[in-house]
Each structure stands twice: as structure tokens, then as C-alpha cells.
């Protein structure tokens, strides 16, 4: 209330003024009425209240998020992706150097080219230890299999990274990723060779100084310790596939494949070269008057001819030729290996009846490719047949 000569508030109760003692009578009281309280309208009830929850829903959900995100519960996660043999997740919680080769569509080929997952039928967190400096945690897990009575344990061991989940949460990796990655691995090529691993190309930043003349050495950040898909191309254009094992720290690529159809045309060429070859030294052709274009032959030829003619071979039929293996020489040719197999008539050693035989041998001829393969040299063609 107010005094009601000096105007100054009192307390209610207050029959003086207490700042200039005048006496207020009952009557004389000026009491201010209370403004009236606004009622909440529907409106702004429902927004009250639909903060609220969304405030317990974020409270909760940190909760819940942060116990998601300890060490324990991603060695759990990761434990299980890997009993179900799941890629996708193993990709996302290892800690490893990424690199273009190491993407998860490379890594998802790895995994499935591996067994595929355990049968789980139940498993415990035994114990979590966190270093003292919190960057590191190992987690032991102990399970059980499907038809096995005893369970068996497992260490997995986490490193923190330094960017959070979320921005606030702790973002844990499982760092067993240097066990599946191989780092600065070393590939030679014959210089000038176009190199592909599974489609990607090996571009030149990645090739290292090198003295040696004859190859180029490129060294790629990370590889997957496993099988990659290869693919040359040659000065001459001819694409060559192969595979490429990362188990170890350097890899020389020479054993390839053809494509299917230069494969077809190398294996039809071929045949047709050897059939000319003992048919001419049977006949006893010389060089001059075979069909083939490089002069090289010529000395290779005549110790074939040679050999031929001391064996007494009347004929030879070749039942089966096929390519063991191809090679790429340093000077760009491609080394064959052929498994023949093979029917022959020579003369008697000791009587006047002709002799027939039969083979399984393995030859080398060697090509190269300037529009069609060309033979340049052969070795270990099959010579001596037996006469008795």
C-alpha cells in the first residue's frame, strides 16, 4: 500500500509511514490491484509443450548415443559385422590410410572372395580398458559358435580419432586395419606399360624415380592384402589382364592373360605356325621358302630342320595345342608356353615298318604384335620321337 500523504509504498500491514510516520488509517490504504494472470492459450501450449518433449527426446537420445559410441559398443559391432561377413559395416570401423585403391567396393570384393560369416550363437563383453591418455581401448569378447561347447575370446583393439562423431561424441576405430592393408607397396611394369588396377587407372604420381631402364616402379600409398585385377596395355596397343597378390612388398607383373578374342587369334596363329614349321622341316624347305616375314627365324629354323631330318619324322598330327602361359619379355615380346599334344609316324630303326607314336609336350615360341601376332623365335619344339 501507499502512504497517503507522502505517496511512498509500505507494507501492508504498516499503520504508520515509515518514511514520514504519518498515521494510515484503514480506510485510508491505497492498495494497487494485481494485474490479472493471462491464460496460456491453446496455441502456445502446444509449442510448450512440443519443446519440452523434444527436449527430453535430445536429452535421451545424447544418452543413448553416447553410450552407442564407448569402445565397448563398437567392438561389439564390429565383432558382429564380422561374424555376419558384413563389408559394408567392417569398412566403416576400421581405422586404415585410404587411398583410391582401397575404397569399399574393392574392400566388399576382398571380403567375398574370403569365407563367408561364422554361425554366432551368443557372446559376452568380458572387460574394457581405456589407456590413461584416452586414445586407445582394447575389448575382449567372449563367444560361442555353432556346434562348439566351448566359447573362445577375442582382443579387439580400438584407437580414438581425432574428429568426433557428431561433433561431440567420440569417434572410435578398430585399429587391426594395419593387418589388411599393405602401405607403399612397389609394382613393376615394363616402362611405357599402361597399368590398371581393378579399373583404376595407376596414374604417372604415382611412379617413383628409378634408375632401372627396362621396368617402371610405381608405389601406390595402400593396398588391400589381397587379389587385384590387372590390366597392361602395351606400346602396342595389345591389352593384357592378370592378377596381382599383395603379399608382399614389391611385385614384378609380367604372367598375364589375354583378352578372349586376342587369346583366340594368338592360339589360331600359333597353330598354324608350328603346323608350318614341321611340315617345312619334314619337306625339308628351306627359310626362303616359308612365309615367315622376320629373318631372325632363319637360324632357329635350320637347327629344326637339322633335328627334324636326323629323327626320320615322316608326319606329325597335332591333336591338342593349348597356351600354358604368357610372358612379357623385356623388349616387349611375348613369350608362350604351349602344352602339344601330339600323334607321329617315323621310320624303323631297325626294320623297314614305319613307327607310330604318341606325345604330351611343352614348346616356347615367342611373338610380337604389329597389326596380328608375328612369330620371332621358338625353342624346345619336340625333335626327338622313338623308332623302335
Known amino acids: ?99 583410391e585403391f582401397t575404397t569399399k567396393d574393392i574392400f566388399e570384393k576382398m571380403i567375398h572372395d574370403e569365407e563367408s560369416g561364422l554361425d554366432l550363437m551368443n557372446y559376452q563383453v568380458i572387460s574394457q580398458d581405456i589407456s590413461s591418455d584416452g586414445l586407445s581401448a582394447q575389448v575382449e569378447i567372449s563367444y560361442i559358435l555353432e556346434g562348439r561347447q566351448t566359447p573362445l575370446t577375442q582382443t579387439i ?44 587407372e595407376v596414374g604417372k ?48 607383373m609380367n604372367d598375364i592373360e589375354l583378352k578372349d578374342k586376342d587369346e583366340k587369334e594368338l592360339l589360331k596363329t600359333l597353330s598354324d605356325d608350328i603346323k608350318t614349321l614341321y611340315e617345312s622341316a619334314i619337306g625339308d624347305k628351306s627359310f626362303d621358302d616359308m612365309n615367315f616375314e622376320d629373318g631372325d627365324l632363319k637360324q632357329s629354323y635350320d637347327k629344326f630342320r637339322e633335328t627334324i631330318s ?32 601330339y600323334q607321329y609316324t617315323a621310320d624303323g630303326y631297325l626294320s623297314d615298318d614305319d613307327i607310330d607314336g604318341s606325345g604330351d609336350d611343352i614348346m616356347y615360341l615367342t611373338y610380337d604384335y604389329k597389326d596380328g601376332f608375328k612369330l620371332k623365335d621358338f625353342s624346345s619344339l619336340v625333335s626327338l620321337f622313338s623308332r623302335f
Open 1 to 99: 500500500m501507499f502512504c497517503p500523504k507522502c505517496g511512498k509504498k509500505n507494507k501492508d500491514s504498516a499503520k504508520f509511514c515509515e518514511f514520514c510516520g504519518t498515521e494510515i488509517k484503514e480506510e485510508e490504504k491505497i492498495i494497487l490491484p494485481k494485474a490479472p494472470r493471462k491464460k496460456l492459450n491453446k496455441k502456445n501450449l502446444i509449442i510448450i509443450i512440443v519443446i519440452s518433449i523434444i527436449a527430453i527426446i535430445l536429452i535421451g537420445g545424447g544418452l543413448i548415443l553416447s553410450n552407442q559410441f564407448k569402445p565397448a559398443n563398437v567392438a561389439v559391432n564390429y565383432f558382429k559385422a564380422v561374424m555376419d561377413a558384413d563389408s559394408d559395416k567392417i569398412y566403416d570401423y576400421i581405422s586404415f590410410p585410404k587411398s
Open 157 to 200: 583393439y580400438l584407437v580414438k580419432n581425432k574428429k568426433n562423431k557428431f561433433l561431440i561424441f567420440p569417434n572410435w576405430k578398430i585399429s587391426e586395419g594395419s593387418s589388411l592393408v599393405e602401405e607403399n607397396y612397389e609394382i613393376e611394369v615394363l616402362k611405357g606399360v599402361g597399368l590398371k588396377l581393378d579399373g583404376i
Open 205 to 252: 604420381k604415382y611412379l617413383k624415380n628409378s634408375k632401372n631402364k627396362q621396368y617402371d616402379v610405381y608405389e601406390i600409398p595402400s593396398l588391400f592384402k589381397g587379389i587385384y585385377d590387372v590390366e597392361m596395355t602395351l606400346k602396342n596397343g595389345l591389352i593384357l589382364d592378370g592378377k596381382l597378390d599383395v603379399s608382399s612388398t614389391k611385385s614384378l
Open 310 to 341: 636326323d629323327s626320320h619324322l615322316q608326319k606329325i598330327d597335332f591333336k591338342d595345342i593349348n597356351i600354358e602361359e604368357i610372358e612379357v619379355l623385356e623388349n616387349g615380346y611375348l613369350k608362350v608356353t604351349v602344352d602339344a599334344d
